[in-house]
């Protein structure tokens, strides 16, 4: 629903419905929510079980269009496509929103084949039958001659085994337990390009663990099974820490191990942020003695470094401890720097501040074109 998105990966983000219902706990802070109660008076009146949900103005659904029409334009100064997220207010895949509207999604997509559409959903394992149902609404309620291109680009993608061309579809996977339940479901759907969006990224995630059913035959009776990255067409990974009010830290040796594991396996990786929190690991000496001032004032013939060293330090912003296993402590809890546990000190900084530098540099890998 905007041109030009803030988000790092995408370059328009668009929102055919607004509204939602909490799945995991990747929503417990839902920014969405947040701005659907602001907008709505205080009651996110579009969110949670049984909510309607609002369907954008013709104005918005208008956008994808034009942007399809600017496709030269854009290629010439980019040197690639646009990429164009859906949906950063909704979920296309929501099976609370009326087979009409994703019908009319659908045949948008179809019909600006010059856009990537980046479909990301916290429903993948639903993403079959909702498109099976697309395709049944439309030939039960389209005259022939209109439902043939979209019903059959429908069955080329869910039954051929030929995905559309345009389209990228996504999980959000947010720690190993979600990983391990919707990666095979993710894969078990004809893509072009298949991508993870690990935001806000809880814990740590192992993508290298074996793909259940798919043994590979080694000689000699001996049998291997191959790991997702490397097998199965993951083609990108995007890791983000979580932002807003409520928001927990993300530990860097989580952000690390998949990078690792990425670059190992060929597959582009991009770090989005740190969210509202940045771990003492990644900041470089002046900046994280920075935080630390005294309670005096320099005056302007004064050097504020040397009274605040006079006087004593104390941390001007929160700050907490996050173990490997996604637990958050009190940095005066007897047990939180225990041996084993990765204890990590991080502060809140805010999203801005707090960046996205990972071990010094951007992580802003794209899938090739």
Known sequence: MSENSKIEWTDHTFNPWEGCQKVGPGCDHCYAETRNARFAGGQAVNWGPGAPRRRTSPATWAMPRRWNAQADAFMAQHGRRQRVFCASLADWADNAVPIEWLVDLLELVRTTPHLDWLLLTKRVGIVLQRLQEAHNWVLDNWPAVDAQPLSQWLQDWTEDDTPPSNVWLGATIVNQAEADRDIP??????????????????????????????????????????????????????????????????????????????????VPFLLKQWGEWKPISQMAEPEHRALYRSNVQAKPHENQDNLDDCYGRSCTVPYTVVHLDGSVHDITEPMTFLQGTGAMQTFKLGKKAAGRLLDGRTWDGFPAP
Do not use: T, Y
Not at 204 to 233: A, F, M, T, Y
């Open 185 to 266: 479901k993710l894969l078990a759907v004809p893509a072009r390009v298949r991508f993870l969006s690990m935001e806000p990224l809880l814990g740590p995630v192992n993508l290298e663990r074996p793909r259940p059913g798919h043994d590979l035959d080694q000689g000699g009776g001996s049998k291997i099974c191959q790991p997702w990255l490397i097998q199965s067409g993951i083609h990108w990974v995007i890791v983000g820490g979580e932002s807003g009010p409520g928001a927990r830290p993300m530990h860097p040796d989580w952000a690390s191990s998949l990078r690792d594991q990425c670059n190992a396996a060929g």
